[in-house]
């Protein structure tokens, strides 16, 4: 059953629907007495208010719902021309089904919107071919559209905060954390885990291809990393470090303004103001070090202590962070930043027009290996073959037949297989009931009227509520009751349902089982996996590189397969966040944490080689020796991790170990120890959500990888 906050939401939902439905329904069969646009009036609010998912509430929900009149008053057109042959009407299901799933690349706002407006071409796609009744069903699913948009209104939901806003949030919490107001640790990682995708409703996740989408999606994954590491920063014991301390009040101020400037709506300040700070931070740790390593007299005090520039390195690494956060504000904000922000490779995205960016989405995702092409696939060829099947065998009232692969289908066979089970014994308990109430009632149309309304209100909040059997069980009780209103009917229509119905799942779970049986997990946790393997190789030559000293003109590794990974892994975690029927999942693995081990083994490849500090004379042979260990170490923990992402059982791994002792700012370079320790670090608790992920029953399969060859194939294209 669902959670208690959920049930005024589905009661309310209920009555706006039934509200809408009845309030066309009745008038245009009664005092107009045209029962096409009467049948049209009572399945636009169902369509639209029950198989979609509009975002938003009230009036921002009524806006919604109208946009989708002109699409569905077009379907529906469509579905009456190519209804004149089973095979037009077949082919024109495939290309319907195919956009309306695809349109998916837009985010999840257009995939929530797709199941319903499939519903209006299904309706009118069915015979008997009357081109003439066009304007009697466009005029019933207008009234329909029209009543829904205003209970939207009158019976508004709950508002809930935006993207937006909970981005403020977390910004807003970052820069008390930073400010020393002494946020607990626990609190600045619980506000970084409510930015996680999965905990967001699916309207509110920034899935688009808009540069505005992209921005405000990386500024939440950049301030999760910060609050994380503004935690970290809070467990240490405490240090006596005005630079340090300084720093963190630039953060702060920074921080304040971007969550001022996401709360208001008002420009955010020209980032350029914190990394003119971090040079001047890192000028101070330069001269700090030096200091370190010369010859001191005994008069002049004890040298600068390890762990401040240990604190040192931690603040200079939350800074690029909190930077990321300013640099992403303000692309939300204003767009086209007035120069390239650096690096380059992070922010990709922000020069380029936005007909260009939605070209790379779609292109992007017209490939078999795309979770987006392999849904919109399946759900058309499901519903073209439904369609070519019950135009063939002249089912009656066969659009049921496409209206059960639509509702019944799922991205993996066994969730569509235990669907279907629930909705056949549902549909034979409410064919029985159904068939009884048509004997007992026989022509008595005033009774099914009077019924109508209760069967509706029961439907549509019981179903929901208590699962897919109730749903389907108590559906077949409301088109029962509405159908004898408009024709002559007994107790047969409920067995024609449960044979449209069967057809319809068998039809259903066969297309899922040809085609992509493992669903949309399967090519996150391909991408993911692949992104872990090939960041993990970063860290021994970054590593290596700090180990060098003084170099004349530091070079980051070369990054290209990992970025490459990354917008990959990136894509892969939005569809499957934004594909249409998709629960939200809370209990796998931190897919999020995933692209945080990558920001942070990317940004440490990025910083380090610039900013990383680095023993005058090269570190000693022990701390050499420690160094390129713990990167191999590292390197083969990220391999290993991958592993059991795609459901492997690899041998357990061990910790990093320390550095040996003896190992000083002089002899091995602190911000390459800090980077590989608080690497380490997000590692084990990334394993353990891994870990705890694959002991769930029923994920093995989903997890299991296609051929790491491919992974490499994918790499050097």
């Known amino acids: 059953m669902t959670a208690g906050a959920g049930r005024p939401a589905v009661l309310r939902r209920a009555l706006r629907i039934t509200l809408a439905a009845l309030a066309g329904f009745y008038p245009l069969l009664y005092a107009a007495e045209r029962p096409v646009a009467a049948l049209y009036a009572l399945f636009a609010p169902i369509a639209v208010g029950l198989l979609s998912a509009i975002p938003g509430s009230g009036r921002r929900q009524a806006l919604v719902v109208l946009r989708v009149l002109p699409p569905a008053l077009a379907l529906a057109a469509l579905g009456t021309a190519l209804a004149v042959d089973t095979w037009a009407a077949s082919g024109g299901m495939l290309a319907v089904g195919f956009l309306l799933a695809f349109a998916a690349v837009a985010g999840p706002r257009a995939a929530g919107a797709a199941p319903g407006l499939q519903l209006f071409y299904i309706l009118a796609c069915f015979p008997p071919y009357d081109p003439d009744s066009l304007g009697d069903r466009l005029t019933g699913l207008t009234v329909g559209i029209l009543l829904l948009a205003a209970t939207e209104i009158l019976l508004p939901d709950p508002s809930v905060p935006a993207y937006r806003q909970r981005l403020a949030d977390a910004v807003g919490t970052a820069a008390r954390g930073a400010s020393g107001a002494g946020v607990p640790p626990q609190t600045l990682r619980e506000a970084g885990a409510r930015m996680r995708l999965s905990r967001l409703p699916p309207s509110e996740r920034p899935a688009g291809a808009s540069r505005t989408d992209r921005a405000l999606e990386q500024a939440g994954r950049a301030v999760r990393r910060l609050l994380d590491q503004l935690a970290t920063l809070a467990e240490l014991p405490p240090a006596t470090d005005p630079a340090s301390a300084a720093l963190l009040g630039h953060i702060a101020t920074v921080c304040d303004a971007c969550a001022q400037s996401l709360r208001t709506g008002r420009p955010p300040p020209v980032p350029g103001a914190l990394e003119e700070a971090m040079r001047g931070f890192q000028a101070e740790r330069v001269r700090l070090t030096s200091e370190m390593s010369a010859p001191r007299p005994p008069t002049t005090g004890p040298p600068p202590r390890t762990d401040v520039l240990r604190r040192q390195s931690r603040v200079l690494a939350l800074a690029e962070s909190a930077r990321i956060v300013e ?150 009780l409301v088109v029962a009751t509405a159908f004898a209103q408009m024709t002559p009917v007994t107790w047969q229509l409920s067995e024609a349902r449960m044979i449209d119905v069967a057809t319809g799942s068998a039809i259903g779970l066969l297309c899922g089982l040809l085609a992509w049986p493992a669903g949309a997990r399967r090519e996150a946790v391909r991408a993911m996996a692949g992104l872990l393997r090939t960041c993990g190789t970063l860290v021994p030559p970054t590593a290596e590189d700090l180990l060098t000293p003084s170099p004349v003109s530091p070079a980051p590794p070369r990054t290209l397969p990992s970025l490459h990974r990354l917008r990959l892994a990136e894509a892969a975690y939005a569809q499957y966040r934004s594909e249409s029927g998709t629960a939200a999942d809370d209990t796998g693995p931190d897919w999020h944490a995933v692209l945080l081990v990558a920001d942070h083994i990317l940004m440490g490849a990025y910083r380090l080689p610039r900013f990383g500090l680095r023993p005058r004379n090269g570190p000693s042979p022990p701390c050499a020796d420690w160094a390129r260990a713990s990167a191999s170490h590292l390197d083969r923990e990220t391999g290993r991790i991958a592993s059991l992402l795609i459901g492997d059982r690899p041998a357990p791994g061990t910790p990093l170990v320390p550095p040996p002792e003896g190992c000083s700012p002089a002899t091995l370079s602190v911000d390459l120890e800090v980077w590989m320790t608080s690497l380490g670090l997000q590692l084990t608790r990334l394993e353990a959500s891994a870990a705890q992920a694959h002991r769930s029953p029923g994920l093995d399969q989903a997890h299991r990888s296609p051929d790491p060859r491919e992974d490499r194939r994918e790499d050097r294209r």
């Open 327 to 476: 640099v992403a504000v303000d692309i939300a904000a204003n767009g086209r930043p007035a120069d390239q922000p650096a690096p380059h490779d992070l922010f990709w995205y922000a020069r380029l027009s936005t007909p260009r960016l939605w070209a790379r989405r779609v292109l992007g995702n017209t490939t078999l290996r795309s979770v987006l092409f392999q849904n919109a696939a399946r759900i058309a060829l499901g519903l073209a073959a439904a369609r070519l099947v019950a135009g063939s065998l002249d089912l009656a009232h066969g659009f049921w037949v496409l209206l059960a692969v639509l509702t019944l289908g799922r991205t993996t066979v066994g969730a569509a297989w235990k669907a279907v089970r629930e909705a056949l014994v549902g549909n034979a308990v409410g064919a029985l009931a159904a068939g009884a109430l048509l004997i007992e009632l026989g022509s008595h149309t005033d009774a099914y009227a009077a019924l109508l309304a209760p069967a509706m209100l029961l439907g549509f909040s019981l179903g929901p509520l208590l699962g897919i059997a109730y749903a389907q069980g108590l559906f077949t």
